[in-house]
């Protein structure tokens, strides 16, 4: 069992940025890849980005390439979320995840955060 714990969203204005933590209770060495989900209101939970723990590889969905940058650190067990020129169409609870890479698509588990807010404001 894997609990994962986010942070970092909040309110910002249109332009701005914020960075999402989530530490995750078990080490980086018994986990594949991780990712970052985003659900907004009203619409299905998408990926965003994921990284292998290795950090060898990583993908991004296409709205946020040159935006976003996901990153780990394997020895706090953390991958992180730097979101810069944020617009209000990101508003979202954004979530991490635990999965695994099958070939080069990110397949996510069931191992989830409780989700941290983002408010994009225009």
């Known amino acids: 069992q894997v609990q994962l714990v986010e942070s970092g969203g909040g309110l910002v204005q249109a332009g701005g940025s914020l960075r999402l933590s989530c530490a995750a209770s078990?080490?980086?060495?018994?986990?594949?890849?991780m990712g970052w989900y985003r659900q907004a209101p009203g619409k299905q939970r998408e990926l965003v980005a994921a990284i292998t723990t290795g950090g060898y590889k990583a993908n991004y969905e296409d709205s946020v390439k040159g935006r976003f940058t996901i990153s780990r650190d394997s020895a706090k067990n953390m991958v992180f979320l730097q979101m810069n020129s944020l617009k209000p169409e990101h508003t979202a609870v954004y979530y991490c995840n635990v999965g695994y890479y099958s070939g080069d698509y990110y397949q996510g588990l069931n191992y989830w955060g409780q989700g941290t807010q983002v408010t994009v404001s225009s």
């Open positions: 078990t080490s980086m060495f018994r986990i594949s890849a």
